[in-house]
């Protein structure tokens, strides 16, 4: 069933038909994302590493028909749709949106990605995201971590959501709690709602968690 390996960022019209139980109204999948923001030797920030757990029915779609019964995939077998992912990713700006002293920044190719399936069955996907230029965090570093269209839900883990590796003596990390929507206020947004919204309209950001990076 090679079909499988497609991206798990699969557009709403085509998981919807996969999947035609699904509710109509975004979101369709889940993040429960970690961060960890990366330091190198200078100080400065060269790269963003996120884990993100995905829920239990988009987990077992990607998930179905792989493995053999009773026993959970390995990273290896797995490598296939986290190289699609990975590749993927840039059409939807990894997700990731940062600033730095007030500009953008711009992320370069994802690295050491992986996929695996815990013992709960959920589907985690790693990757590294490196800075093209290493930025500064004494400069006011932010970052979000959002879909725009909000088809995929990203919320922040209840418990250490953001590390930092490498970080010089003094910095420090935090995050500014988004206002994500209550299940009732979710079901009242139909794809209607969202196929109206004027092109470009960022409905993700509002939900967003958003992290700022400090260092003396």
């Given amino acids: 069933m090679r079909w499988r ?11 919807a038909a996969f999947l035609p139980g699904v509710a109509a109204a975004h979101p369709h999948v889940w993040v429960s994302a970690r961060v960890q923001v990366i330091f190198d030797t200078k100080g400065e920030i060269e790269a963003i590493r996120h884990a993100w757990t995905f829920d239990e029915m988009y987990s ?3 998930t179905e028909g792989q493995g053999k019964d009773g026993e959970l995939l390995t990273k290896a077998e797995l490598a296939p749709l986290a190289k699609t992912n990975v590749e993927s990713l840039a059409e939807f700006d990894f997700f990731t949106f940062a600033k730095a002293a007030n500009a953008p920044v711009e992320f370069g190719t994802p690295i050491d990605y992986s996929l695996e399936q815990r013992e709960d069955k959920l589907v ?3 990757f590294t995201l490196p800075l093209k230029t290493p930025a500064s965090a004494s400069k006011a570093f932010s970052f979000q971590v959002y879909d725009p269209t909000y088809f995929v839900d990203f919320e922040m883990e209840k418990q250490d959501p953001v590390g930092m590796a490498g970080a010089p003596k003094g910095c420090s990390v935090s995050v500014l709690g988004s206002n994500p929507l209550a299940a009732a206020d979710t079901k009242k947004l139909s794809e209607s709602f969202f196929s109206g919204l004027s092109p470009g309209y ?10 700022i990076v400090a260092c003396p």
């Fill in 202 to 211: 960022d409905f993700g950001i509002k939900l967003a968690s958003r992290i």
């Fill in 60 to 62: 077992a779609y990607v």
């Fill in 124 to 126: 985690v996907l790693r």
């Fill in 5 to 15: 390996f497609c991206s798990l960022f699969i557009p709403a019209a085509v998981f």
